[in-house]
């Protein structure tokens, strides 16, 4: 599987931008997607993630109700408004092939990872 994150980029406070994963090689509809994102010297955190179904959802409380995660087919997108600067950061997509019907929340829950995108929030 293979992961393709785009979407990046500068924007000032209060700003939006909406990144996308496109997931390629292995077929099927059983992928749970996460964005997890790593400002500098900080741990990676996990952002938001959709189960492979839709039905379930998680957000960090940092970016609930600003966030929103969703899925069209076998891409994963991620809609950032009212960024923030404590926004920035190098975010990544992940995926993982699972037939649990719970949204995945860890770092090692997930198999696949995409390339990172630079977000940068200027105050």
């Known amino acids: 599987v293979q992961l393709q994150a785009s979407g990046g980029g500068l924007v000032q406070a209060g700003g939006s931008l909406r990144l996308s994963c496109a997931a390629s090689?292995?077929?099927?509809?059983?992928?749970?997607m996460g964005w997890f994102r790593q400002a500098p010297g900080k741990e990676r955190e996990l952002v938001a993630a959709i189960s492979w179904s839709d039905k379930s959802t998680y957000y960090a409380d940092s970016v609930k109700g600003r966030f929103t995660i969703s899925r069209d087919a076998a891409t994963v997108y991620l809609q950032m408004n009212n960024l923030k600067p404590d926004d920035t950061a190098v975010y990544y997509c992940?995926?993982?092939?699972?037939?649990?019907?719970?949204?995945?929340?860890?770092?090692?829950?997930?198999?696949?990872w995409g390339q990172g995108t630079q977000v940068t929030v200027s105050s």
């Open positions: 992940a995926a993982d092939w699972n037939y649990s019907a719970v949204v995945l929340t860890t770092e090692t829950a997930y198999e696949y």
């Open positions: 090689g292995r077929t099927g509809s059983f992928y749970h």
